[in-house]
């Protein structure tokens, strides 16, 4: 259920408002946007009576009930869509289309720092880079752990360039503390116990969908995070696992339209791991573009080839120049920011 707040209403009210719902057993959450205030209350709301308290309450204009069960991320909730600043001049949102990229993996100074300079160069606006990697396989490589999230924080300082980087559990949270976005991967989208973790860092967490997870339990995820006390929660979209088994997984760009529909939350979309395939990273990035999303997330490697991981879908530094290019034109022609 959410309140929306008469405008001009001074805070010690609102305050008061928000203490005597909690003082009845409920948890608040309050949205102050540029058009209206939210207070969204979370509990067994069946006996309120939405048309006595606004009646009885000056400070009230109206109330509705929220038939979701996600709140805090609900557009019910916050009309504006928010936007989540990672770095000076870096923000992620609304009116911007931001591009992260990076290896899938950390493999040695020298690598990172020169992926780093390139994707810096061609506009990108925040380094990825996994230190510890989830595989399928136990004998594929792990990663290089807190060593690689080392030399992540090396070419952040080198270019200055936001870092992201996955983090695999709770026991990790201390590590993470100095890397910019935190990132849950598909396989931990619903690891609760992580996303409670998570909500309690005040810094951006890019949430993945998992596999073989709907948009609604996407969004139940993110709430998680919220309600643990934390914002900024930045939504991908990265496929998801179908009949089709041509490309490695299939690309729900609908999903990227209904998830800014549904939420204030940013969107963005992975087209690597959505194809599995270089050739198809270009176009699909395109579309992304197209249907709204606020960013994407490349994979890009200075040598492919003999990459570690996934280099069947990394681009080399020129290809990912190639369609930085590309990509300033088409965001030009939608309004957005590169």
């Known amino acids: 259920m959410v309140f929306i707040l008469n405008p001009g209403v001074k805070q010690e009210r609102v305050d008061k408002f928000v203490k005597d719902w909690e003082s009845k057993g409920f948890s608040t959450i309050l949205s102050v946007g540029t058009e209206h205030t939210a ?102 490589f792990q990663g290089m752990q807190a060593e690689g999230l080392e030399l992540l924080k090396s070419a952040r300082k080198e270019t200055g360039l936001p870092i992201i980087s996955e983090i695999m559990n709770q ?3 201390e590590l993470f503390e100095d890397v910019d976005i935190v990132q849950i991967g598909a396989r931990n989208m619903q690891n609760f116990d992580l996303l409670k973790a998570v909500g309690s860092l005040k810094k951006p967490i890019l949430l993945k969908r998992g596999l073989a997870n709907t948009i609604d339990e996407l969004l139940m995820s993110a709430e998680y995070i919220v309600a643990s006390g934390n914002p900024n929660v930045i939504l991908c979209e990265r496929g998801i696992r179908t009949f089709e088994t041509l490309t490695r997984n299939t690309l729900d760009l609908s999903a990227v339209v209904l998830l800014k529909q549904k939420s204030h939350l940013p969107v963005i979309a992975d087209p690597s791991h959505s194809a599995g395939i270089r050739s198809l ?42 369609l930085m290019q590309e990509l300033k034109v088409w965001a030009g022609i939608e309004k957005k920011l590169i």
Do not use: W
């Open 281 to 322: 990273v270009a176009p699909l990035s395109k579309a992304i573009l197209a249907v709204g999303a606020d960013g994407i997330m490349i994979e890009s490697h200075n040598n492919p080839s003999e990459a570690l991981c996934d280099g069947a879908q990394s681009l080399d530094l020129e290809q990912f120049d190639a």
């Open 171 to 173: 026991t990790q949270i």
């Open 39 to 140: 207070v969204c209350l979370i509990g067994n709301t069946a006996q309120v009576d939405i048309d006595h308290e606004v009646h009885t309450n000056d400070i009230v204009s109206y109330g509705k009930r929220i038939t979701e069960q996600y709140k805090a991320v609900n557009r019910t909730v916050r009309n504006d869509s928010t936007v989540i600043r990672v770095a000076d001049g870096v923000s992620v949102g609304e009116g911007f289309f931001t591009v992260i990229s990076g290896p899938c993996s950390v493999e040695s100074e020298e690598q990172i720092l020169q992926i780093a300079a390139n994707v810096k160069k061609s506009g990108a606006r925040i380094l990825r880079g996994g230190a510890f990697k989830p595989r399928t396989s136990p004998y594929a």
